[in-house]
């Protein structure tokens, strides 16, 4: 039989799994359609009957018998006395259908359909990945770590289709081994030299959005929203909820007993402090709240230039502030507002403190309580007191000590 086997000789076609299987029909009929036009000029009398089932192909000539000396389109027509050589019974008015030997085309013309459909088939292949995750972007995936490089890693999802998270779009904490099973988010799909390329991101909001709606099942079926996240991606997040039901407390339900639903997506983005906070219409709460968790005493605001003066005690100051000033930058993007922070006592003259907690990051947590245990709760209160009587208040060893105010001395420099 003059066929040619798709299996063996386009290997890419049988490969191209994603691809329906009448659009693989009509890329290999378009490109022996192709050849068919090169070498007889047309292929209107042509059919091209492709077996996906078994990987055959086959192209049939039809043509109209007609008597001899009256074959005006050779074509489409032929000629009796050629008819009957092929099969003695036929006769005039019939239609002759003939097998097109595929390897008539020549070597040169078969190899020339063998690029063509793998560059075909190659295109789709762009086309349906571009499409999936056009339709996915905003969602998580999980992938796995194939390569990690200096500036990107390179994952592979379960298809095999190779997903970039860049160094921009990675928590700073973050640390990933090649064989690696990670969560992000889809960002964007870019073209590069006409080749999809994925991006992943951690850092986004979206990120901590799709953790939250896969934690906490009132966000999943509509009853809490999510009105608005910002992130110091590693360091601190807000998020502002509203419960659209009055008997679900949109905070609890996000935070979870005792911390359960929320302690997940905090390891999740390495140890990232996340406030959940009641979101309100009301600007002047809601900038109170935003600040959490800081207690404000008083505030002034002006709404046509969007800043507000906020006026606290001074053992809140530190907290409104925050460790390197993330607390009240992300306040201020919750918001929209600028925010000035003023100790409301101004008789009152006090060292600016940070709280110890927010040194979580960077100090165990068994430390800080062993500080707490002999009333150190600020970074200054540490300080305050020498190496030799901090060995001999608590457990910490002398290495311990001098590393921890390291870091405590490092912060209050900055």
Same mark, same amino acid.
Request: aromatic share 6%; glycine share 4%; charged share 35%.
């Given at each position: 039989?003059?066929?040619?086997?798709?299996?063996? $000789?386009?290997?890419?076609?049988?490969? $191209?799994?994603?691809?329906?299987?009448?659009?693989?029909?009509?890329?290999?009929?378009?490109?022996?359609?192709?050849?068919?036009?090169?070498?007889?000029?047309? /292929?209107?009398?042509?059919?091209?009957?492709?077996?996906?089932?078994?990987?055959?192909?086959?192209?049939?000539?039809?043509?109209?018998?007609?008597?001899?000396?009256?074959?005006?389109?050779?074509? $489409?027509?032929?000629?009796?006395?050629?008819?009957?050589?092929?099969?003695?019974?036929?006769?005039?008015?019939?239609?002759?259908?003939?097998?097109?030997?595929?390897?008539?085309?020549?070597?040169?013309?078969?190899?020339?359909?063998?690029?063509?459909?793998?560059?075909?088939?190659?295109?789709?292949?762009?086309?349906?990945?571009?499409?999936?995750?056009?339709?996915?972007?905003?969602? =998580?995936?999980?992938?796995?770590?194939?390569?990690?490089?200096?500036?990107?890693?390179?994952?592979?999802?379960?298809?095999?289709?190779?997903?970039?998270?860049?160094?921009?779009?990675? =928590?700073?904490?973050?640390? %990933?081994?090649?064989?690696?099973?990670?969560?992000?988010?889809?960002?964007?799909?870019?073209?590069?030299?006409?080749?999809?390329?994925? =991006?992943?991101?951690?850092?986004?909001?979206? %990120?901590?959005?799709?953790?939250?709606?896969?934690?906490?099942?009132?966000? %999943? /079926?509509?009853? =809490?929203?999510?009105?608005?996240? #910002?992130?110091?991606?590693?360091?601190?997040?807000?998020?502002?909820?509203?419960?659209?039901?009055?008997?679900?407390?949109?905070?609890?339900?996000?935070?979870?007993?005792?911390?359960?639903?929320?302690?997940?997506?905090?390891?999740?983005?390495?140890?990232?402090?996340?406030?959940?906070?009641?979101?309100?219409?009301?600007?002047?709460?809601?900038?109170?709240?935003?600040?959490?968790?800081?207690?404000?005493?008083?505030?002034?605001?002006?709404?046509?230039?969007?800043?507000?003066?906020?006026?606290?005690?001074?053992?809140?100051?530190?907290?409104?502030?925050?460790?390197?000033? #993330?607390?009240?930058?992300?306040?201020?993007?919750?918001?929209?507002?600028?925010?000035? #922070?003023?100790?409301?006592?101004?008789?009152?003259?006090?060292?600016?403190?940070?709280?110890?907690?927010?040194?979580?990051?960077?100090?165990?947590?068994?430390?800080? /309580?062993?500080?707490?245990?002999?009333?150190?709760?600020?970074?200054?209160?540490?300080?305050?007191?020498?190496?030799?009587?901090?060995?001999?208040?608590?457990?910490?060893?002398?290495?311990?000590?001098?590393?921890?105010?390291?870091?405590?001395?490092?912060?209050?420099?900055?």
């Amino acid at each position: 039989m003059a066929s040619i086997n798709l299996i063996e $000789a386009f290997q890419e076609f049988k490969d $191209a799994e994603n691809i329906d299987r009448p659009t693989m029909m009509k890329v290999v009929e378009d490109v022996f359609k192709t050849l068919l036009r090169k070498k007889y000029s047309s /292929d209107e009398n042509f059919d091209v009957i492709v077996n996906a089932e078994k990987g055959d192909l086959e192209i049939i000539r039809r043509r109209m018998i007609v008597n001899d000396g009256e074959v005006n389109d050779p074509l $489409a027509e032929i000629g009796y006395s050629d008819a009957a050589k092929i099969e003695p019974d036929f006769e005039v008015g019939e239609e002759l259908y003939e097998e097109v030997d595929i390897y008539s085309f020549g070597r040169r013309a078969i190899l020339a359909a063998k690029q063509t459909l793998a560059s075909r088939i190659n295109d789709l292949k762009k086309n349906v990945l571009v499409k999936k995750y056009n339709d996915r972007v905003g969602d =998580i995936v999980s992938a796995e770590v194939y390569q990690v490089w200096k500036k990107e890693i390179l994952l592979l999802d379960e298809e095999g289709n190779e997903l970039i998270l860049p160094k921009s779009e990675q =928590i700073p904490q973050d640390y %990933f081994k090649k064989g690696e099973s990670i969560r992000a988010v889809v960002r964007r799909v870019d073209l590069k030299n006409n080749s999809p390329v994925i =991006i992943l991101s951690r850092t986004s909001p979206e %990120f901590l959005a799709k953790l939250l709606e896969i934690e906490v099942p009132e966000i %999943f /079926d509509g009853l =809490i929203v999510i009105k608005k996240i #910002v992130r110091e991606p590693g360091e601190r997040a807000k998020v502002a909820v509203e419960s659209y039901d009055d008997r679900i407390d949109p905070v609890g339900a996000c935070v979870g007993m005792k911390g359960s639903r929320i302690h997940g997506i905090v390891r999740e983005l390495k140890n990232e402090n996340i406030d959940v906070i009641n979101w309100t219409s009301n600007t002047q709460l809601l900038i109170q709240r935003s600040l959490t968790p800081a207690k404000i005493t008083s505030m002034n605001m002006n709404t046509e230039n969007s800043h507000v003066d906020v006026y606290l005690k001074p053992d809140q100051v530190s907290l409104a502030i925050g460790r390197k000033g #993330v607390n009240i930058k992300l306040a201020q993007e919750i918001t929209g507002y600028s925010i000035d #922070v003023f100790r409301d006592n101004e008789g009152e003259t006090e060292e600016f403190d940070i709280d110890l907690d927010e040194f979580s990051d960077e100090i165990e947590t068994w430390i800080l /309580d062993e500080l707490k245990r002999i009333g150190c709760d600020t970074g200054r209160s540490v300080l305050e007191l020498t190496a030799e009587e901090l060995e001999r208040r608590t457990d910490l060893e002398k290495e311990t000590i001098a590393e921890l105010r390291k870091v405590l001395e490092a912060e209050f420099q900055k």
